[in-house]
T-cell receptor
């Protein structure tokens, strides 16, 4: 079974600083997606960034980037120039590529931005 | 249109009531999902529909009954619920593609907050 582990229940960062959220996963599959989702208090789950396992290049979306280490099964999220609107629960998630496969979530990291 | 719309946003029901949660998407997705989320916890998968057929049931109690009337709609029928069933219920949709096809992401609705008295 696939599992996703986020070892940091809570993180905080000063506004405009950089923060890195950790995620590791366990799978015996070779074709899969990894995601970071954000869930603000307003509760809608929003995709932050996506990585396909077959791509060696790390994904980047504006201030958000990942460090994908496939052999180590590690998928960390770096947020640069943190903004107050980045405050949320962040979930790392895994999904097989083929078919209608479920999204497996980590336990989440609550990120606080200090002004 | 990249939205998944869920109704109602809030629902309070007694243990003997029958109610339904509704979910709609118009992105042409052929996979739809129900997740249950307790406070400060990750979403837990309940059901997956693929091409309007139930493909995954995560051993959910029969008091929860899913229905997929067509490719755009997903319902969750509720009957004889328990107070511990109070939670946020999230609907999501995605493409069902070949390996490497599509974005792979799930699109989530805002959820229906259910309180069982």
């Amino acid at each position: 079974a696939q599992t996703v582990t986020q070892s940091q229940p809570e993180m905080s960062v000063q506004e405009a600083e950089t923060v890195t959220l950790s995620c590791t996963y366990d799978t015996s599959e070779s074709d899969y997606y990894l995601f970071w989702y954000k869930q603000p208090p307003s509760r809608q789950m929003i995709l932050v960034i996506r990585q396909e396992a077959y791509k060696q290049q790390n994904a980047t979306e504006n201030r958000f980037s990942v460090n994908f280490q496939k052999a180590a099964k590690s998928f960390s999220l770096k947020i640069s120039d943190s903004q107050l609107g980045d405050a949320a629960m962040y979930f790392c998630a895994y999904r097989l590529i083929q078919g209608a496969q479920k999204l497996v979530f980590g336990q989440g990291t609550r990120l606080t931005i200090n002004p | 249109d990249t939205e998944v719309t869920q109704t109602p946003k809030h629902l309070v029901m007694g243990m003997t009531n029958k109610k339904s949660l509704k979910c709609e998407q118009h992105m042409g997705h052929r996979a739809m999902y129900w997740y249950k989320q307790k406070a400060k916890k990750p979403p837990e998968l309940m059901f997956v529909y693929s091409y309007e057929k139930l493909s995954i049931n995560e051993s959910v109690p029969s008091r929860f009954s899913p229905e997929c009337p067509n490719s755009s709609l997903l319902n969750l029928h509720l009957h004889a619920l328990q107070p511990e069933d109070s939670a946020l219920y999230l609907c999501a949709s995605s493409h069902v593609g070949l390996a490497g096809a599509g974005s792979g992401e799930l699109f989530f609705g805002e959820g229906s907050r259910l309180t069982v008295l």
